[in-house]
């Protein structure tokens, strides 16, 4: 299903009974709402779920230039308010987590509970040449030449090896992320700064990240941790960046537990 929210076309799902909590599901950088093809089941069967592609992913559209991660809170707000959706769980992976602090910060009056995973709350500033060759090789070279390096971060090598039926539908995910999109959300990462306002969180936060995350680090993840109060730190074993598909049924387990005490 597509929609227009804050000026574009927004492709969006939404499963599991209509009546239910509504669990907003964000997800990473070059990849789509398919990503979290494997906690679908599992919530649906008590929550609504709505999942939707970021600005510049998937189906959505992708305008040209730099994006802000205002700018993508504001998409899933404008969405939120567009299916008359009040209040909602959120979770978010990587730049969904980024996305989740942003609007947590700036709007949390829409979240019964916030769960932010593999994800950080600074990039900090001698990072920001290696996002500026990325998004400059996106917009010259297109995405081939990023996913290789980009499935090394994602997946440990064991799991590489082992499970080419499930890594090599992310490698497609990530050769059919536009490359303005990819290019335009790198801007917005970038850019983030929000550690010392996370205090301000007074949402429900469960924090979640791979024991093997090489991008968003465990110690990236304890500093979310430290710094929003009451908040709980899960750390997956065996598993990187995208925790939510190397290690599914303990991922599902723990944001599932998680919801079921914020009910």
Known sequence: MK????????????????????????HSLATNLAMWEPQVAALASKFRVLRYDTRGHGGTDAPAGAYALEQLA?????????????????????M??????????????????????DTSSRVPAEARPMWDERIRTA????????????????????YIAGHPEVVDPVRAMIRQTPP?????CGHAIK?????????????????????????????????????????ELVILPSAAHLSNIEQPEAFTHAVLAFLGRQA
């Open 180 to 184: 303005k999109g990819f290019a335009g």
């Open 96 to 117: 969904g987590g980024m996305i989740g602090q942003t609007l947590a910060l700036k709007h949390p009056e829409i979240f019964r509970s916030l769960v932010l995973c």
């Open 139 to 158: 917009e010259t070279q297109g995405m081939e030449p990023l996913v290789e390096g980009t499935i090394a971060r994602w997946f440990t090598p064991s």
């Open 191 to 231: 850019m983030l700064d929000l550690t010392d306002q996370l205090p301000r969180i007074g949402t429900p936060t469960q924090v979640v990240v791979g024991e093997d995350d090489p991008g968003t680090p465990v110690a990236a993840s304890r500093v979310i941790h430290e710094r929003i109060r009451g908040s």
């Open 3 to 26: 929609l227009t929210a804050n000026g574009i076309g927004i492709h969006y799902t939404l499963n599991g009974p209509a009546g239910a909590p509504v669990v907003t599901l964000s």
């Open 74 to 94: 504001e998409d899933a707000r404008a969405l939120l308010g567009e299916l008359g959706i009040e209040r909602t769980h959120f979770v978010g992976l990587s």
